[in-house]
């Protein structure tokens, strides 16, 4: 099957987890362990816009924000 997703898999489900994480917080603002994990996983989200932007998967003016991210996934 030659249908390749507009977003490559392993970014989408960083989004996701990013999400996730992100609602956790704003219930649980006192989770200092799970801050440190979505700022970790915010970078990783980072890294890998620059290596699909670098091999041409993802669009050059694409930039991640927790808000755009919550209209892509959904």
Not at 1 to 22: Q, T, V, Y
Not at 41 to 67: C, H, Q, T
């Amino acid at each position: 099957n030659e249908m390749e997703p507009d977003r490559p898999e392993d970014l989408e489900n960083l989004l996701r987890k990013a999400i996730n994480l992100s609602s956790h917080l704003m219930r649980n603002p006192k989770d200092l362990h799970n801050k440190r994990a979505l700022q970790l996983i915010e970078a990783k989200i980072r890294r890998l816009v620059r290596y699909y932007k670098a091999n041409g998967r993802l669009p050059e003016d694409f930039k991640y924000s927790l808000d755009a991210a919550r209209l892509m996934v959904e």
